[in-house]
């Protein structure tokens, strides 16, 4: 059978599919380690790397829950999560909706702000932040240093400008004669935005809500300076697992693979709306 004009070449067809697969072990070999590792006794893990594990056991799964108060860490960083990603998706959804469907004074001024906020590192808000809890609970009682409510000001302050920006592209893909047709049946600017301009944008604000969860559940260094012993979330909890006469090198893989299952059962749950959210606006 004669080839097809358009048809790729067997040559890139042959290097295409050696580097897909040189990529899937790439990825997948950590995965293997941190799998076999868990499976494994701690004198297993400690001694030469084996492929195989000879000694396989469960134990390192059952001794996680008991070595650190992982279901504490867990609760806190489900919490956490959760409350900073609704949070940044409500406010976002109402402030995205304002710029992209109404002109006031300062509005480009605003945009630019909220953009040119992702261009400063993370760190830089630590020493500040810090302080600003320090004195407000000095001064009115409200304790937000070593809070849940205080980590999650501080996640806002990174997931919120990145989702509003993200929504208003999104917003302004979205046709504005859904909004005056909506107008025009009787419904006011808040009803037309919940009735019709959100159910429109469900792929744009899952993307959002999927950023904002997965940046408050894997963060480390603010979590680690703004909490104490009873507000500590999975990410600076795992470091537990080392003490100063050893590593539990087997239960560390075990308790990672087990905190990254919310991450990743959500990742797979709402990967079709992601990816639309992401390419929303791409093309118009």
Request: net charge positive; proline share 5%; hydrophobic share 55%.
């Amino acid at each position: 059978m004669s080839r097809s004009p358009m048809a790729a070449p067997r040559s890139f067809l042959w290097t295409r599919r050696v580097f897909l697969t040189l990529l899937t072990g790439f990825v997948l070999l950590p995965v293997y380690v941190m799998v076999s590792s868990s499976l494994k006794p701690l004198e297993d893990v400690s001694s030469r790397f084996h492929w195989l594990p000879s000694n396989l056991t469960v134990r390192p799964y059952i001794d996680i829950w008991s070595t650190v108060p992982l279901a504490k860490y867990f609760l806190n960083s489900l919490i956490v999560a959760g409350a900073a990603t609704v949070c940044s998706v409500v406010i976002a959804v109402f402030a995205a909706y304002a710029v992209s469907r109404y002109e006031f004074r300062g509005k480009r001024v605003f945009s630019v702000t909220v953009l040119s906020t992702q261009m400063f590192p993370g760190i830089l808000f630590l020493l500040p932040l810090f302080l600003i809890y320090v004195n407000i609970g000095n001064t009115t009682g409200i304790a937000l240093f070593g809070s849940r409510g205080g980590l999650i000001l501080t996640y806002l302050t990174f997931s919120l400008p990145f989702s509003i920006w993200m929504l208003i592209g999104y917003f302004d893909s979205v046709p504005r004669d859904l909004d005056e047709a909506a107008l025009v049946d009787g419904c006011g600017p808040l009803r037309a935005l919940f009735r019709v301009v959100v159910p429109a944008a469900i792929p744009g604000i899952v993307a959002v809500a999927v950023y904002a969860f997965m940046t408050a559940w894997g963060e480390v260094l603010f979590a680690s300076v703004m909490t104490n012993d009873a507000t500590r979330t999975l990410a600076v909890g795992l470091q537990g697992y080392s003490t100063q006469n050893d590593v539990y090198w087997n239960q560390i893989m075990a308790a990672s693979l087990v905190v990254s299952v919310p991450v990743v059962a959500g990742f797979l749950l709402l990967q079709r709306y992601l990816v639309a959210g992401l390419t929303a606006g791409a093309v118009k």
